[in-house]
């Protein structure tokens, strides 16, 4: 079983679309987490939830919504696609005293 | 302010041959986890090893060991034996109360093994 499943792994869409990507963890965390990964392969936290209540919003456009259903799910809705969010997007999940456990993540690609 | 700082953007090492990848951080909270992850070019995010800042003992997972020397705010990744598999971004990361629970990362390192 996958400890950390997202979907789609890869999406290509068009400027001005919206599109989610979801995310799914069976290992009872607590914490969930969002991830961009830029083209120089830089990580930068996007948004922290621990049991369904955000903790973390880094300076990330409001068109980025997450949402967080139940503490095993945080699914990330972006609206207004732009050429600029092309990344991987990486979802993640900690408990403490555990390490973080990363999706395979989600290629992101505007055209 | 919270920092991790990779100097290395690629590292070349032979197979066999040890390699150690450098990371310094910053942080005034006295209680924090440093992390190292390899990504291959698959792009999987793979845990390799942690070191808490209260821990005594240096790291050893396998082939890797963290050389932690907390006075000079480093962390080191040391693999020995290198394999053509080592082939991959390695990332360095923290987490510190300051950023409630996320990990903040370096900007990684590349290592290319050869033959």
């Known amino acids: 079983d996958t400890a950390v499943s997202q979907t789609p792994k890869y999406l290509v869409t068009q400027m001005g679309n919206d599109k989610s990507i979801k995310c799914e963890q069976n290992?009872?965390?607590?914490?969930m987490y969002w991830y961009k990964q830029d083209s120089k392969k830089f990580l930068k936290i996007m948004f922290s939830y621990n049991n369904k209540e955000l903790i973390i919003n880094e300076t990330v456009p409001n068109r980025f919504s997450p949402k967080s259903p139940d503490k095993a799910h945080l699914n990330l809705h972006i609206n207004s696609l732009e050429l600029g969010d092309s990344a991987v997007y990486f979802c993640a999940s900690s408990q403490y005293r555990d390490g973080y456990t990363f999706g395979s993540g989600t290629r992101l690609t505007v055209v | 302010a919270q920092k991790i700082t990779q100097t290395q953007p690629g590292m070349f090492v032979q197979e066999k041959e040890a390699v150690t990848l450098d990371c310094t951080y910053d942080?005034?909270?006295?209680?924090?986890?440093l992390f190292w992850y390899k990504q291959p070019s698959s792009g999987e995010m793979i845990f390799l090893i942690y070191q808490g800042s209260y821990d005594q003992q240096n790291a050893t997972e396998g082939r890797y060991s963290l050389n932690f020397q907390k006075a000079r705010k480093s962390a080191n990744l040391v693999i020995s034996a290198s394999q053509l598999g080592d082939s991959a971004m390695y990332f360095c990361?923290?987490?510190?109360?300051?950023?409630?629970?996320?990990?903040?990362f370096g900007k990684g390192t590349t290592l290319s093994v050869s033959s």
């Open positions: 290992l009872g965390h607590d914490t």
């Open positions: 990361a923290m987490r510190s109360n300051q950023a409630g629970t996320a990990l903040i």
């Open positions: 942080t005034s909270d006295p209680s924090y986890g």
